[in-house]
């Protein structure tokens, strides 16, 4: 019973995916059509992407690299600076989640280190908000960003095209953020204890670039999802272990439900009514309540215009700490290691994500559709 409590509240949003694919089972009862929900290339990138990351983090190279950054760094505010930039550059490469899983520890590290654990809650914060709005960039930054990307088959010229703008703006309001800390000297021990293991290093960038390649449609999906998991099972075994699995059965659920909606007439016609008023609005409106992942997914059945349905599912990751899935891998952080501290932490989360909400909301309603 206590596992699966546990499971539960670790694996929230699967649970609510499931009980919702459920549901609409009713409505549209299971048959071959199923199979036509899925988006079998995107399932796949995601895969691979998750898989080649974990074995980078296993061998530490992301945060070997990240502390090295932080050590040359002088005062209190120059250290927050790196550690969002180092979040915010990471989530353009690795996704927002594995960005948040590994350089959060990093600031945790950075502000015990230093004496300095009283600035964890915005340091965390403006992490998760740089995890969530720097990963808008490149079409595997965010998942809803390579499910949209791969859906819509957009070219990636548009696709920078549309993300850059609300891109420089995040980039604007997160280092003025960071100008409200103090400018107090730091004296980080530059010691790390662990070396780079150069070969495996070489080998599981190598890979990466491979993934990249399939997210570019030059590789094909088919040929990566035999040659990767094959290196890593000989090569690093535990990495495929590591793979953040109920992300990806929480697609599948979520697949599931919105290709049963899609085809439920009056649900049909009402979300279309209302995307035809406000792609933008309705998007971010919708990410609030059900996360910015299955808003993408859900939405992109009832309209084409995937320019406003981009920004909307990126620009609608800040707000309520459900809006997106790196959010709930912050709080969950954060109240482990500062329990006492989790009040104080969600009311400056709400403020913070509510002022980057209604800046990017207004920017991009007036100067980015």
């Known amino acids: 019973m206590k596992k699966a409590v546990y499971f539960i509240k670790k694996n929230i949003v699967l649970c609510v995916a499931a009980i919702a694919a459920f549901i609409t089972c009713f409505f549209v009862p299971p048959s071959a059509e199923y199979f036509s929900y899925f988006d079998y290339r995107t ?8 898989a080649v990351v974990c074995a980078l983090r296993q061998i530490r190279f992301f945060a070997i690299l990240a502390r ?35 350089f959060l520890p990093l600031g945790y590290y950075a502000l015990s280190v230093t004496n300095n654990d009283k600035y964890a809650a915005p340091l965390f914060i403006l992490q998760n908000i740089s995890a969530n709005l720097g990963g808008m960039l490149t079409p595997f930054g965010n998942p809803q960003n390579l499910y949209l990307y791969s859906y819509f088959s957009i070219p990636t010229g548009e696709f920078t095209a549309i993300m850059l703008p609300p891109f420089v703006l995040a980039v604007a309001l997160l280092t003025v953020c ?13 010691e790390l204890g662990v070396k780079l293991n150069v070969k495996r290093t070489a080998l599981y960038l190598a890979l990466f670039a491979v993934s990249i ?8 999906w088919q040929a990566g999802l035999v040659l990767i998991p094959l290196v890593l099972f000989f090569v690093e075994r535990d990495a495929l272990y590591m793979v953040d699995y109920p992300l990806l059965v929480t697609f ?11 085809r439920i007439p009056a649900v049909n016609e009402f979300v279309g009514s ?9 998007t971010i409106a919708c990410c609030q309540f059900i996360s910015n992942v299955p808003s993408a997914i859900l939405l992109s059945h009832f309209t084409d215009n995937y320019h406003e349905l981009l920004l909307g599912v990126n620009i609608g990751g800040a707000g309520t700490p459900i809006a997106s899935l790196a959010s709930l891998i912050t709080l969950s952080e954060f109240r482990l290691l500062y329990p006492e501290k989790t009040a104080h932490y969600i009311k400056l989360f709400l403020a913070l994500n509510a002022l980057f909400l ?3 909301t207004t920017a991009a309603y007036f100067f980015f559709i």
Do not use: E, H, W
Request: glycine fraction near 4%; charge should be positive; hydrophobic fraction near 65%.
């Open 43 to 50: 399932l796949a990138c995601l895969f691979i992407t998750l």
């Open 68 to 102: 090295r950054i932080v050590q040359m760094t002088g005062s209190l505010r120059v250290m927050v600076l790196a550690l969002i930039y180092i979040t915010f550059i990471g989530s353009m490469i690795i996704a927002n989640d594995m960005a948040l899983i590994t």
């Open 178 to 190: 960071c100008m409200f800390f103090p400018k107090t000297p730091l004296s980080v021990n530059a």
């Open 213 to 220: 390649l399939i997210v570019f449609r030059i590789v094909p």
């Open 252 to 262: 599948v659920m979520f697949f599931i439900f919105s290709g049963n909606l899609s």
């Open 274 to 282: 209302l995307l035809q008023k406000s792609t933008l609005l309705v």
């Open 358 to 360: 209604a800046v990017l």
